[in-house]
């Protein structure tokens, strides 16, 4: 069984920051991707950050130049740092864990709040 545990989320004024964790333990084999998405009241679920094995990233436009992605390969967690945190970014955010063998996994969300 792969559990997926996610911290950090909450409650922080415009400009503020927050950091994200995502801790995969279980068995999980040959992960290539972890990621953030998140999903905002009405909208679907988007990409937010996405960075592979190797370290190549992906960023949603917005949060380009505010939000940093990184992982610990050896304790499979996936880190998200935001910074300059406007309302728009209030959603629950999601961890998404892609491996080889067992596909797509996902965290149960963390509520992030920006209040403006």
């Known amino acids: 069984q792969v559990q997926l545990v996610e911290s950090g989320g909450g409650l922080v004024q415009a400009g503020g920051s927050l950091r994200l964790s995502c801790a995969a333990s279980?068995?999980?084999?040959?992960?290539?991707?972890m990621g953030w998405y998140r999903q905002a009241p009405g909208k679907q679920r988007e990409l937010v950050a996405s960075?592979?094995?190797?370290?190549?990233?992906n960023y949603e436009d917005s949060v380009k130049g505010r939000f940093t992605i990184s992982r610990d390969n050896g304790k499979n967690t996936v880190y998200l740092q935001m910074n300059n945190l406007k309302a728009g970014d209030t959603a629950v955010y999601y961890c998404?864990?892609?491996?080889?063998?067992?596909?797509?996994?996902w965290g149960q969300g963390t509520q992030v709040t920006v209040s403006s």
């Open positions: 998404r864990v892609l491996s080889t063998l067992r596909g797509i996994d």
């Open positions: 960075i592979t094995t190797g370290g190549s990233t």
């Open positions: 279980g068995i999980i084999l040959n992960i290539i991707e």
